[in-house]
């Protein structure tokens, strides 16, 4: 199955029932490690709305969740800085909070946001991310909780975008060379 946005084609790489699988999966993983009740779950925006969305369904009712909104790409390209909003208004001190990323790249958006919370005084930060692209990932801390190991592709769907479409496709795509 294919798919254009703007100038590109995409084709379908991950399908929902893939990523429904590996979201209980993540979810089972966190109980285990022991997320719960005094956890906070910090989405970053735009890309982890939906699977953010998804692995909450899983978490309990006295978890907390808050947003951050995160910028670094343009087109396929990362630009090397971060745009942020929505950081000061987060009250994290003593916290054990999840960051929950769609997709790990670069790390630079990762590592950026978890070196502030912990700045703003989190007891303990650990890393989510649904996608995660370990051969160019350049950051340092560890990717607490991986949903799918991925090569170098520009993928989109499922939160992610290709300048602001295709996010609300409920399968991954990825860009055809
Ligand atoms: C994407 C993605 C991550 C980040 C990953 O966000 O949602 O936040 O890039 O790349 P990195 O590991 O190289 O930092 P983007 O800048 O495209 O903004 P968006 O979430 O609003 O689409």
């Known amino acids: 199955m294919r798919v254009r946005l703007k100038d590109k084609d995409f084709e379908l790489y991950i399908p929902r029932t893939r990523i429904d699988q590996e979201v209980s999966r993540l979810a089972a993983e966190m109980k285990e490690a022991g997320i719960?009740?005094?956890?906070?779950?910090?989405?970053?925006?735009?890309?982890?709305?939906?699977f953010f969305s998804d692995l909450m369904?899983?978490?309990p009712a006295g978890?907390?969740?808050?947003?951050?909104f995160a910028r670094s790409y343009?087109?396929?390209?990362?630009?090397?800085?971060?745009?942020?909003q929505g950081l000061n208004t987060l009250?994290?001190?003593?916290?054990?909070?999840?960051?929950?990323?769609?997709?790990?790249?670069?790390?630079?958006?990762?590592?950026?946001?978890?070196?502030?919370?912990?700045?703003?005084g989190a007891l303990r930060v650990?890393?989510?991310?649904?996608?995660?692209?370990?051969?160019?990932?350049?950051?340092l801390r560890e990717i607490d909780f991986v949903g799918?190991?991925?090569?170098?592709?520009?993928?989109?769907?499922?939160?992610?975008?290709?300048e602001e479409e295709g996010r609300c496709l409920p399968d991954i795509y990825r860009l055809l060379s």
């Open 36 to 50: 719960g009740d005094r956890t906070v779950f910090v989405g970053v925006l735009k890309g982890a709305f939906m």
């Open 57 to 59: 369904k899983h978490m």
């Open 63 to 68: 978890s907390r969740q808050e947003f951050v």
């Open 74 to 84: 343009a087109g396929t390209q990362s630009t090397g800085r971060v745009e942020m």
């Open 91 to 120: 009250a994290l001190e003593g916290c054990d909070v999840i960051l929950v990323e769609d997709i790990v790249d670069s790390g630079l958006t990762a590592n950026y946001l978890a070196g502030q919370f912990q700045e703003t």
């Open 126 to 139: 650990r890393i989510c991310a649904f996608l995660f692209k370990s051969e160019v990932y350049r950051g």
């Open 148 to 162: 799918i190991h991925i090569p170098n592709y520009f993928v989109v769907g499922y939160g992610l975008d290709y």
